[in-house]
């Protein structure tokens, strides 16, 4: 259930980010100074955590989907869901773990 209930909020998510994402660069269109105003905020630390969340949401997102198209399609599917969800989230937990110390040090400016 808890696989199901995180599918869908990461699901959520991604989906306000790239709504977000298509209007702020919609907006160069209208006015650049507006576009440059806008993206100068995303400069701030604070947006730069939030875009750890935005790619942990993205791994366990996709790596989930995989596991359910595994589940939908594989006859062992079922039998082995459980197993795969631990493997879906170290898989995710690994990946984010390599991204995240790269993330941070352009963030807050040191060298890693």
Known sequence: ???WVLHRITGVAIFFFLLVHVLDTALVRLSPEAY???I???KIPLIGLAELGLVAA???HALNGVRVILIDFWRKG???QNVMFWI???IAAIAF???APRHLSH???FEI
Do not use: D, E, H, R
């Open 1 to 3: 259930m808890w696989s």
């Open 36 to 38: 440059n105003a806008v």
């Open 40 to 42: 100068s905020t995303y």
């Open 58 to 60: 993205i791994l366990f």
């Open 78 to 80: 079922v039998k082995y």
């Open 88 to 90: 879906v989230i170290a």
């Open 97 to 99: 773990l390599g991204f």
């Open 107 to 109: 963030v807050f400016g």
